[in-house]
């Protein structure tokens, strides 16, 4: 072995030993359909400056997602009540009392300049506050004149240096910041030890840090708003809680706990056996269809992808990403998709192969390897570019969907280009494995390629055709969403909660049936309590209840409701606004990157066909009737990915092919370009399907839906990333007038003139 192939062997095998570490180790996060949670139910209260009405509970409820974001819960379920109502629900909370605690507080940050020793009478008084500080001496204070709103930043940190222990830093908006120099510029007009030379900092009327201004602040000059610390004998905890408070905001109004009990899971036992049936088989099948097209190189790329599916569980696991079932299947579909870069990888080595007969396997492997990287890079950084955003922009599953995309992808790289190469590059130093064509699979063209390589068919002789084709397709599918309009899930609209109580014992899944047959196929059914039923479905009228209730009473005997209340979407505007923004501007510098990296008629040509997969998909489940729901939206982000993702891959094969023929038309050359990335996007389609239609006919109720929109999105997308993103990529080519791209000179590629460079397993001889 050479040292670059033992390196990536004892790396891989270094990473693989932990990742089955963790796994064994340590348990994964379930969400609440696959283990069930806490629920609580809070009241929101007037305050003096607001009422509790529908809208000043919609805002308290988006500051308590973000807090329950800070706080590590992921995936949890937020929805309002009634006008006044909001119920939590966390899955795998170890300690509930901990989290209603810090989810409970009021949180009402404010800053005041100390006026002197407070009194008695002054206590408690509106007008001369006085409050006691952090030693119980009291401090009479000013009007507050910043409060938490201003705050941008704050984080939990451990000073060693100055002997603080545990504070809190603040970083001011920019009206804040100036406001807080003043403020603190005026005590430092007092002398030292003078108590009106403080601040003092309240949280819900209580002085947790009241610091005096350091004698080397000059008078009217204050402190920067980027050096604020909070300092008060503060332990780990007490820090981290109090920081997420700040940051994710006061509630506008207080709450108070009423009701706080466990929940079960969502999905009965079958659903989940069921699920990972399916998601088995599919995974089973892809692997060998793989072993099939690429025989002995397949194999290895599917032993590469078993490692993968071990890293990135281990790596879910070790970050404490919540799974849910959906998530769960994304995570298999993943496995099916990480086999993209290997059929990438061994397409390339074919084409080396058949062009040089005579070159050794292993020389074609390498550069097989080498001629892959660039669409596996491109590819991967559009991804992983949109997953950061996503993450950084969004919230709730939004974010929680680009921690589990960027995990991928990561492992997904590490996967192929690390133990799939490290494999490949062993077995491909073994004559017997070289000399037997029917052994490796790389020796032989492939049937897919053979053919097309016989027909030669013309694809883009008139690509206005295929333009108007997906122009008469995006019109039918924005009828559909006109006329039969969309069906909005529980998640989106909102709709009822009612929980009953049976004199039979009734499980979640016989349930679920009993419901489906009634006619309530998209209710929610979990356990609540000591054996009662709560049922989250949409709108439902009073008659409608009745016949849901009769339902039940078939299986659990005397059925008497419990309680019955109107709820919100628990996907709220403040959430929706937010994917939108980061999907928005995920795009953007997506199409910015494409642009820097290709041309800007194929990035302009890549996000057209990203927004018309979008439009097709929501078009074909409004024709269909079906509920777009919570995970119909991680579906849809899935197919996004999906689709930039092949998009790049043809556009890089037809930036390559142009730079080394550049007099020759782009019409041409696109051609070529897709008839050699045929085969690969042929056989990575293959794989994802064979998971999905598993996911489709075995999963169940519960993933149904969830199969069906990525199997139209892929079908669509693999459709689009050929017969629409180069139509009109080459339409605007047309109108752009600038050159060919140049050839590269990358080492290995071009050197000199632009003469290949000798391949260095390739010693020169020819007979």
């Not at 919609?58 to 997602?65: G, I, K, S």
């Not at 993968?308 to 079932?325: K, N, Q």
Request: charged residues 20%; proline residues 4%; positive net charge.
């Amino acid at each position: 072995m050479t040292r670059a192939t033992t390196v990536r062997a004892v790396l891989a095998a270094a990473v693989l030993l932990v990742s089955v570490l963790i796994t064994l180790t340590m348990s994964p996060r379930l969400g609440l359909d696959l283990q069930g949670g806490t629920r609580m139910v809070l009241q929101a209260k007037d305050s003096a400056t607001a009422k509790a009405d529908r809208e000043s509970t919609d805002r308290t409820l988006e500051v308590l997602r973000r807090r329950i974001d800070s706080l590590g819960v992921a995936e949890p379920t937020l929805t309002r009540s009634g006008e006044d109502r909001i119920i939590v629900e966390l899955p795998d909370v170890q300690d509930p009392r901990k989290a209603a605690e810090v989810i409970g507080r009021t949180a009402q940050l404010s800053f005041h300049a100390v006026r002197g020793p407070g009194t008695e009478q002054e206590k408690g008084k509106a007008a001369g506050l006085s409050l006691p500080d952090e030693e119980g001496r009291l401090l009479a204070l000013g009007q507050a004149r910043l409060t938490g709103a201003g705050v941008k930043d704050a984080g939990a940190s451990f000073d060693a240096q100055q002997g603080a222990g545990w504070t809190v830093a603040l970083d001011f908006h920019k009206d804040a910041g100036r406001e807080w120099t003043r403020l603190t510029g005026e005590a430092a007009c007092h002398p030292a030890q003078d108590e009106r030379r403080r601040v003092a900092i309240v949280l819900d009327d209580r002085v947790i840090s009241s610091p005096q201004v350091a004698p080397s602040v000059g008078c009217n000059v204050g402190l920067p708003s980027g050096s604020t610390q909070i300092t008060g004998s503060f332990g780990a905890d007490e820090a981290r809680d109090l920081a997420l408070l700040i940051k994710g905001g006061a509630l506008p109004l207080p709450v108070e706990i009423v009701e706080q009990r466990t929940v079960g899971p969502t999905l009965g036992a079958a659903a989940i056996d069921a699920s990972a049936r399916a998601a088995l088989i599919g995974a089973a099948a892809t692997a060998l269809f793989i072993t099939f097209v690429y025989r002995l190189f397949g194999a290895l790329a599917a032993t590469a992808l078993a490692a993968y599916g071990v890293i990135s569980y281990a790596a879910l696991v070790a970050l404490g990403v919540t799974l849910t079932l959906p998530g769960l299947a994304g995570f298999v579909l993943a496995i099916g998709m990480a086999v993209d870069a290997n059929v990438l990888v061994f397409e390339r080595a074919r084409e080396e192969y058949a062009q040089r007969s005579g070159r050794p396997l292993r020389s074609a492997m390498t550069a097989g390897f080498r001629n892959a990287w660039s669409a596996v890079a491109d590819s991967n950084v559009t991804t992983l570019i949109a997953a950061g955003l996503l993450f950084f922009l969004g919230s709730g599953p939004v974010k929680g969907f680009g921690v589990t995309l960027a995990i991928g992808v990561l492992a997904s790289m590490f996967s192929a280009l690390v133990i799939a190469r490290a494999l490949t590059e062993i077995a491909s130093r073994s004559r017997f494995v070289g000399d037997y064509r029917g052994v490796n699979g790389i020796a032989r063209p492939g049937r897919v390629r053979t053919w097309l390589a016989r027909r030669d068919p013309q694809l883009f002789r008139s690509p206005r055709r295929w333009l108007l084709i997906s122009t008469v397709l995006i019109a039918v599918a924005g009828l559909g969403i006109v006329v039969r309009g969309v069906d909005l899930g529980v998640e989106f609209t909102g709709g009822r909660l009612v929980e009953y109580s049976t004199s039979r014992p009734v499980d979640v899944e016989t349930a679920r049936t009993v419901l489906a047959g009634a006619g309530f196929g998209d209710a929610e059914v979990t356990t609540a309590g000591a054996g009662d039923l709560s049922v989250r479905t949409g709108d439902l009228d009073n008659h409608e209840e009745h016949a849901l209730r009769a339902a039940l009473a078939e299986e659990g005997g005397d059925t008497t409701k419990v309680r019955d209340e109107l709820i919100g979407p628990s996907l709220g505007d403040e959430l929706r606004r937010n994917a939108i923004i980061a999907l928005a501007v995920a795009v953007l510098v997506q199409l910015a990157y494409l642009a820097v990296r290709f041309r800007w008629t194929f990035a302009l040509a890549s996000v057209a066909t990203l927004v018309h997969d979008v439009i097709l998909l929501v078009g074909a489940f409004a024709w269909l009737g079906r509920t777009v729901d919570g995970i119909f939206l991680a579906a849809l982000l899935t197919v996004i990915g999906y689709s930039v993702n092949d998009s790049v891959v043809v556009f890089d094969r037809v930036r390559e092919l142009w730079a080394k023929a550049r007099r020759e038309s782009v019409t041409t050359i696109a051609n070529r370009a897709v008839l050699q990335t045929v085969p690969r996007t042929v056989n990575t389609g293959m794989g994802a399907l064979f998971i999905l239609a598993a996911l489709a006919v075995l999963g169940g109720d519960s993933l149904e839906d969830f199969a069906l929109a990525l199997l139209i999105g892929i079908c669509v997308g693999t459709y689009s990333s050929v017969l629409t993103a180069v139509p009109v990529a080459l339409t605007l080519e047309k109108r752009a007038n600038t050159p060919p791209p140049a050839r590269k000179r990358a080492s290995g590629r071009t050197s000199g003139a632009g003469a290949r460079r000798r391949d260095p397993l390739d010693n020169g001889a020819r007979v």
